[in-house]
Nanobody, 124 residues
């Protein structure tokens, strides 16, 4: 079992930055590939970014490429999402997810463990 707790969400103006953090507890953190998903009201949950267990490879959805950066500190059981140049369309609940066996999977079903989410609101 892996428990995930997100933090760092909030209200920011367009063009601003936020850093989301996900703290994991439970099994060996480096065994898990991690990802961030987001879900806006009335929309399906969508992949944002992923990072493999070693941290050597990352993946980004096209809408966030060049603006968001994912990283992990395995010694601290933490995965981060640095979000820069935020846009109103980035407004959503952001979820941290952990999975194994799918590498940089982009489908929610490929992740077995989820956090409770943190809200990001970007005002225009």
């Amino acid at each position: 079992q892996v428990r995930l707790v997100e933090s760092g969400g909030g209200l920011v103006q367009a063009g601003g930055s936020l850093r989301l953090s996900c703290a994991a507890s439970g099994r060996t953190f480096s065994n898990y590939d991690m990802a961030w998903f987001r879900q806006a009201p009335g929309k399906e949950r969508e992949f944002v970014s992923g990072i493999i267990g070693s941290g050597a490879s990352t993946s980004y959805a096209d809408p966030v490429k060049g603006r968001f950066t994912i990283s992990r500190v395995n010694a601290n059981n933490t995965v981060l999402l640095q979000m820069n140049s935020l846009k109103p369309e980035d407004t959503a609940a952001y979820y941290c997810a952990a999975g194994a066996g799918y590498g940089l999977g982009r489908r929610a079903v490929q992740y077995a463990y989820w956090g409770q989410g943190t809200q990001v609101t970007v005002s225009s």
